[in-house]
Each structure stands twice: as C-alpha cells, then as structure tokens.
C-alpha cells in the first residue's frame, strides 16, 4: 500500500512538474483536437524550436501539433493536482 501511494505521489508530481495545460483553441484539419478542451503538453524544446507542441491526448500517448493551436492556461494548484491524480492513475 506504501509503495503504491508514494508511486502514484511520483506520478503526479512527474506529470505536473514537468508539463503544462493548455486550451486548444484551433484545431485546423485534426479530428484528434477539440476546440476549447484543455490539454497537457510536455516539453520538448527541438518540436517547439519548430513550432510544435507535444500533446497526451485521452489514450495517454502524445503527439506533436503545431503551436499555434493551443494557447497557455494556468489552473489553480488543486485542479493540477486533480489533473495529476486522474494521470498516475490511467
């Protein structure tokens, strides 16, 4: 049970401190984008020295979408760590 708490601990913490949320707000040809829905982009500086974006989408994989699609948002720190939770969870 100890084990399992601090795993999914490390989980969320991986997944909020090393990624952010943002809001789609175009979603150009993609059928794998809806607008207005918040997404969680982690970082990878050779796709946004490019203009992308790498975004998990709801399988839990990530893909690369141009940037101009998404638009940065901050959530309160409860709704990251709620984000985080559903995340180490899947």
């Known amino acids: ?4 708490l601090m795993m999914k ?9 090393h990624s952010k949320f943002v809001l789609c707000v175009r ?27 790498r975004i998990i989408d709801e399988s839990g994989e990530d893909y690369l979408y141009p940037s ?3 638009v940065p948002v901050r959530l309160p720190a409860a709704t990251v760590r709620a984000l985080g939770e559903q995340t180490a969870a899947s």
């Open 1 to 4: 049970m100890m084990k399992r």
């Open 9 to 17: 601990r490390l989980m969320m913490k991986k997944a909020t401190s």
């Open 27 to 53: 979603s150009g040809a993609s059928e794998d984008l809806e607008v207005r829905k918040v997404y969680q982009a982690r970082p990878d500086r050779k796709a946004a020295s490019e203009g992308y974006l």
């Open 68 to 70: 101009e699609f998404f």
